[in-house]
């Protein structure tokens, strides 16, 4: 969060984070990590449990951690009003401070900065693009696949009538990140006149979402191919199916927890 602490500030969003730990221990680590935004002692684990994220998996007798919360990010309005959250099963797991902009804000993504791939082929621009600038230990990101199709197109989404070619994205198999399944946004009903099947297409620009969450616990870098499939059409007619392959570079390092181990 501090890394894109410039970001969340110039989108007029304000940073708090909360724990049980008492003021002294967090000064010390805010003096030690350089953080800038407040750090807050929920001494007694009141608020959490209030909020209903405390940790019932940790022994009571265990003093030392007895009080953690299940750690995660709550989005909230200027009303005071829960629009988002980002929570995990694994506690080591946690968004980047792009993914919470990104996929958290609906904030864009600086194209100048952004790590990706992209080819461009008649009336469809397909670009892969990371939002983060590294993955650490523990990390989740996203992978955004845009498919920008010129006025008029579009590409099928599922189901689709046998003949007809959807739109899938793949990922090859990356030691030390786990790639979870494409996200595709909602497909809009279209028909052709004179044709009696029904299609589910998208148009614009059609955005799908591959969550990586790395494992790595090295200053390095790993490749993430990207495997692209669409059929783009007109009302009129299509184009031959496309298959296209991206290649994101993304640098990697561990966690602070495991820097600190180190």
Partial sequence: MQNHKSEFDAAGIEL???????????STFAKAYGIEYPLLADVGSNVIREFGILNTLVDAAEEEYYGIPTP????????????????????????????VLHAGFDLPIDPASAIHDAVHTEGVSVRAELAATALHTHQRAYVYVHLN??????????????????????TAATEGLVIGEPQYPATTPFSI??????????????????????EIREVGTAAIDVTVGYQACTDQMCY?????????????????????KE
Wanted: net charge negative; proline share 7%.
């Fill in 72 to 99: 995660g990010s709550y989005l909230a309005g200027t009303d005071g009003r829960v629009v988002g959250k980002f929570f995990h099963r694994e506690y080591q797991v946690r968004e980047t401070g792009a993914t």
């Fill in 193 to 214: 006149e004179g044709l009696t099947e029904q299609f589910n297409v998208f148009g614009g620009d059609v955005k799908i979402a591959l969550p990586v969450t790395s």
């Fill in 149 to 170: 199709l010129d006025e008029g197109l579009h590409v099928y989404g599922e189901p689709i009538p046998e003949g007809y070619a959807p739109t899938w994205v793949s």
């Fill in 16 to 26: 708090f984070a909360i724990s049980y730990d008492s003021v002294d221990v967090l």
């Fill in 240 to 260: 031959l199916p496309q298959r296209h392959i991206l290649r994101i570079e993304v640098p990697t390092a561990p966690s602070v927890r495991e820097a600190r």
